[in-house]
């Protein structure tokens, strides 16, 4: 039978992506948030902390996969620390008690939207606010809960989310910096690579997770073996169906790239010619083809897939697969890292096109801020807006953000979950200032 999903938060950016693109593909999908902004589903009002409010909710509505993607915004102020910990740490577990106290479902999937200061391994004891660490926690519960109860959870970590519906988070910030013609100052010397995240990406990851969280893993998992392995050597080799998963070459993310082939012998364009080949037809098929899926790829012992990586995975884990979705968690980004200051660029070019006026404005020089002076700069501002007791709007946090170097390995994504970034950056910059244009305009 199909599932009846819930999405909580689907009111918001994330969220209402999600629940159009289940739409899109026919699915049962009701929306429990705080604020209904949309009409086209079934829409409930509950507190995500309530335990008993959610279990009414699934009751309602025969949910049979939670999408959780509902969380306050990430504010930088300190009076929130206690908000984003009672709605993400606490909110999650309310989620999660009610899924287990209703029937349990046949999957429960528990998304996760989550700063990039969170998403490299191991999770670290500080982080650099209550936001990040509220997530982290939140985490930590979802996959404790897998395999409880009924329950299958995953959790997701994109990068850097923009796109079209963004009204409180890049493009926001972005155009107040294109208004106060303040687009020439650089913090940094933007050679830090940046992972953003197209939100139809980040969406559709969500889809691809909650249809494969149910998936059997590839091998039989530890716990079932007559004895268990005492080390990663003892661990059974990797059956053909975890080979097939992993020891093949990956192709290049082509999103904005398009696809390019290398030549070979066997297949290559034919060229000019005065008499063809006589396989002619059988070289071009290939490359004109997929790539294929024979070319084996070369690890090392200290890469996530490796044979070792893998069998200590296993014992870590028994009951679980590090090559199945349940009880995983995977890195979403676009595949496509650029200098963090390249993707504002690009975005207040296209803002360029809309405001010519504005335009012109814009022909200066960049002024590059060195990061220490920046973080001196925005302490000052921090306690300016102390003083007057007014919202900063240059903290150190934006300055460490600009300046950090923050990109992840999707291949995991890639093989397990079968996610392939739809639309690229470029593409995607396009459709994001053209849906702010609109949003501009109805303001208006």
Request: with cysteine; glycine share 8%.
């Amino acid at each position: 039978m199909p599932d009846i999903y819930l999405v909580t938060g689907g009111s918001g950016f994330v969220g209402r992506h999600i629940v159009q693109q289940l739409l899109d593909r026919g699915d049962t999908v009701s929306v429990l948030d705080l604020v209904q902004r949309y009409h086209d589903v079934p829409f409930y009002h509950a507190d995500i902390t309530d335990q008993g409010q959610v279990a009414e909710v699934l009751r309602k509505t025969g949910t049979t996969c939670i999408i959780h993607t509902a969380s306050p915004p990430a504010a930088l102020k300190l009076e929130t620390a206690d908000l984003y910990f009672r709605v993400n740490v606490g909110g999650t577990k309310a989620i999660i008690a009610a899924a287990q106290e209703v029937a349990p479902p046949a999957s429960f999937g528990r998304v996760q939207v989550s700063t990039m200061s969170m998403s490299a391994p191991p999770i670290p004891e500080k982080h650099n606010d209550a936001y990040t660490e509220s997530k982290a926690r939140a985490e930590e519960a979802v996959l404790e809960a897998n395999g409880k109860n009924g329950l299958l959870t995953v959790a997701l970590r994109p990068a850097g989310i923009f796109g079209p519906g963004d009204h409180q988070q890049l493009l926001p910030g972005l155009y107040q910096v294109y208004e106060r013609g303040q687009t020439h100052f650089q913090i940094g010397d933007n050679t830090n690579l940046f992972d953003w995240t197209y939100v139809g990406n980040v969406a559709a990851a969500h889809l691809l997770a909650a249809d494969r969280l149910d998936a059997p893993p590839p091998a039989p998992v530890l716990a079932d073996l007559p004895e268990m392995p005492k080390s990663p050597e003892e661990v059974p080799p990797l059956t053909a169906a975890e080979e097939d998963l992993v020891r093949y070459a990956l192709p290049p993310v082509n999103a904005t790239t398009g696809v390019h082939r290398t030549p070979t012998s066997a297949a290559r364009p034919l060229g000019p010619y005065i008499t063809p080949p006589p396989n002619a037809d059988a070289i071009l098929a290939a490359f004109n083809g997929p790539a294929p899926r024979n070319i084996p790829v070369s690890r090392t012992r200290f890469d996530p897939l490796s044979d070792t990586t893998l069998a200590r995975s296993k014992l870590h884990a028994p009951t679980t697969s590090p090559l199945q979705v349940a009880g995983q968690v995977f890195h979403i980004t676009n595949g496509e890292p650029v200098y963090f200051w390249d993707l504002p660029r690009l975005v207040w070019h296209h803002f360029d096109s809309i405001y010519p006026e504005k335009a012109k404005s814009r022909k200066k020089g960049i002024w590059v801020l060195p990061k220490d002076l920046g973080m001196f700069a925005a302490a000052g501002a921090e306690w300016w807006g102390w003083l007057t007791r007014t919202d900063p709007t240059f903290t150190r946090f934006k300055v460490g953000y600009s300046c950090a170097a923050r990109w992840y390995n999707i291949e995991k994504a890639r093989r397990i979950l079968g996610y392939e970034p739809r639309v690229g950056l470029e593409e995607g910059v396009r459709l994001t200032v053209e849906a702010w244009k609109e949003h501009i305009a109805q303001k208006q």
